[in-house]
């Protein structure tokens, strides 16, 4: 019973929600067309004039830029501004995952914006591109200022098994914390079996799949590499329940 009033609470709120937005409508097309008939001398235009644009949740585009996006003024009319028409504008940068357009009678426009978030950086041909959890290249970086985050070195269209590797071994990287501990980490996105990456100069051939179980074990090695001072060539991760170290001068197989 408690449950099938929690159901019913829900259907009243969410038919409330549906009301309010009709009769938000409602009354922004009443007030038009009551301007509209009785001052015929003042355009549609300037009905409910805009005077306040909020942007919520953004953080790498600004304000300004989003304007520009959105292609929405001060002083455009209310009345004449299509939240969907907003949204699909917004939606088409690949910096934003979704957006909520809601008027705030009498003269506001209120934007909630979710953002991309960028998990590392692609190099592709000699260029850098900023790229979020799915392998969408975000923006290309063209200044010196590099921020701190994995590189993933390939080409997504030519080796697309081996990218989508990468990214997930990335996505484990930071989701462990292991990408804020280490100075420098490279993924070569090859074929997924071949995929190496470079970490703090150390080659380690990681291929694919179980990667939490393999840098575990990496981990463990570092260690004993360290206090046996050896200096390694590579580490070969590929091998279940193994891990193969390549010395510079010989092979040592754990």
Same mark, same amino acid.
């Given at each position: ?18 009301? =309010? ?45 989003? =304007? ?24 088409? $940068?690949?910096?934003?995952? $979704? ?80 990408? $804020? ?35 575990? =074990? ?37």
């Amino acid at each position: 019973m408690k449950a099938n009033r929690l159901k019913k609470s829900g259907k009243k709120i969410n038919m409330f929600g549906i009301f =309010r937005n009709i009769a938000i409508s409602i009354v922004i097309f009443t007030i038009a067309i009551v301007v509209y008939m009785y001052v015929p001398s003042r355009p549609l235009l300037s009905v409910l004039p805009l005077k306040h644009i909020i942007f919520i949740g953004n953080k790498h585009l600004t304000d300004d830029e989003l =304007r520009v996006i959105a292609g929405i003024r001060e002083n455009n009319s209310l009345v004449t501004i299509s939240n969907k028409e907003v949204s699909r504008r917004l939606l088409k $940068s690949p910096w934003i995952r $979704s957006v909520s357009v809601r008027k705030e009678l009498p003269e506001t426009l209120s934007l909630v914006i979710s953002e991309a978030v960028p998990i590392a950086l692609l190099d592709m041909n000699g260029h850098l591109f900023l790229i979020d959890e799915k392998g969408k290249i975000l923006e290309e970086l063209k200044d010196d200022s590099i921020p701190f985050l994995p590189i993933i070195t390939g080409d997504p269209f030519k080796d697309s098994e081996g990218f989508s590797e990468a990214i997930n071994l990335v996505k484990l990287m930071n989701d462990k914390g292991f990408s $804020s501990e280490r100075d420098h980490i490279e993924i070569i996105a090859q074929k997924p079996h071949e995929l190496t990456s470079i970490i703090d100069g150390t080659v380690v051939k990681m291929g694919s799949g179980e990667y939490e179980e393999k840098l575990k =074990r990496m981990i463990k090695l570092e260690e004993e590499i360290k206090n046996r001072g050896i200096h390694v060539d590579y580490i070969d991760l590929r091998f279940a329940n193994k891990a193969i170290i390549k010395p510079v001068i010989k092979e040592v197989i754990k």
